[in-house]
């Protein structure tokens, strides 16, 4: 690894629009669609979602690094963006408990930033324009060089990622005794999901992507949770397969963000990609059961159309709309026990408002058994 001290970064659009800013991380070049998020803390855990996979990662909060990283501040084993873009980056930190700081970790997972650039600006274009690739580099200058390999960079519209953060292997979680056994499809699961279903009593097993139902079925599960990830939900034909065999055994099944999204295309829904999608920890979402809103966290780039799902009425049931423009956040199945929602209730980093979607989830698997 490079370890000369780095100054410039350079980072190109697909719109032709060019920053230049200041170098962090690793010297390198780095490319990908870009994304904002608006949460104010929790950078660490947004590095490491899966869900941003291929991703270049833009924050709108201006500090960055100003509380360095924990190691157990993690929703997997590593930084999972392809860069980032950022207004002040900073070795310095305040938080006695933290374990290392931000450049040092950026160093290690090998990730190439650009900061002190106006991200008030790139905002702007992204809100206005639309989700676009960029490319950032620490190491070529020459724009026309960047332009020419920024094409190169495939769009996210129809890209396949889930199958390249899933687990390698099925491992378990939790008492295997337990009389709550979930089986966990893991499209790029967070970390605290798993521990969300565990510390409510549940044994846990983790399938990767592409298992088939037949294996999954081995396990015997009381229900089965389809988690989130990335990439475009409409490419993973293999997915809604087995989610459709899923739903076809009677038993509860529960998905969150890319689960959400498969649910609604096993059940007879599409999906589309969003202008610039849906990122951050203050985003209201009305309860439609209950009439409560609440404040949640989000990541994502794709939604299910809500015109299928007043068509499929007979089906599902529309149980959550988000505040901001009236998309789809929420389904609930008619015929079999079943929900998923569009944003994160996990709340790593986030609100807690939605948690009880787990004790929802726990007390279906219950009462599904004792029918």
Request: glycine content about 8%.
């Amino acid at each position: 690894m490079d370890t000369t001290p780095l100054k410039e970064a350079i980072l190109v659009f697909d719109d032709g629009s060019v920053f230049h800013g200041k170098a962090a991380g690793i010297k390198g070049t780095t490319g990908g669609e870009v994304c904002f998020n608006t949460g104010m803390t929790g950078y660490q855990e947004i590095f490491t979602d899966p869900s941003y996979y291929g991703q270049i990662l833009l924050t709108t909060n201006v500090h960055i690094g100003n509380y360095g990283v924990k190691n157990s501040d993690t929703e997997s084993e590593k930084i999972q963006i392809e860069g980032l873009i950022c207004r002040n980056f900073t070795k310095d930190y305040n938080r006695p408990m933290a374990d290392n700081d931000i450049q040092s970790y950026f160093e290690e997972n090998k990730v190439v930033c650009i900061y002190d650039v106006d991200t008030r600006a790139i905002v702007r274009k992204v809100r206005e324009k639309g989700v676009m690739n960029c490319i950032i580099s620490s190491e070529i200058f020459d724009i026309g060089e960047l332009k020419a390999r920024l094409k190169n960079i495939p769009s996210m519209d129809g890209l396949e990622l889930a199958s390249k953060v899933t687990t390698q292997q099925t491992y378990s979680l939790g008492d295997p005794e337990s009389k709550i056994r979930v089986a966990v499809m893991d499209y790029g699961t967070k970390t605290n999901i798993l521990r969300s279903l565990v510390e409510r009593g549940a044994f846990v097993q983790v399938f990767p992507a592409k298992t088939s139902f037949d294996e999954i079925k081995t396990f015997q599960a009381d229900g089965y949770f389809l988690s989130n990830g990335p990439g475009d939900p409409a490419s993973m034909d293999y997915a809604v397969a087995t989610v459709k065999q899923m739903i076809q055994s009677g038993k509860p099944i529960f998905g969150i963000c890319l689960g959400h999204q498969l649910l609604a295309l096993a059940s007879g829904m599409h999906t589309y990609k969003m202008n610039n999608g849906h990122r951050g920890a203050n985003h209201p979402v009305k309860n439609l059961q209950t009439g409560k809103c609440e404040v949640t966290s989000q990541n994502h780039g794709f939604s299910v159309n809500m015109e299928d799902v007043k068509l499929q009425s007979d089906l599902v049931e529309l149980t959550h709309v988000n505040l901001n423009d009236d998309t789809v956040e929420g389904i609930r199945l008619k015929k079999t026990p079943g929900f998923s929602v569009q944003y994160h209730p996990e709340s790593n980093p986030g609100p807690h408002d939605s948690k009880y979607l787990f004790d929802d989830f726990i007390q279906l698997i219950q009462q599904t058994k004792h029918n």
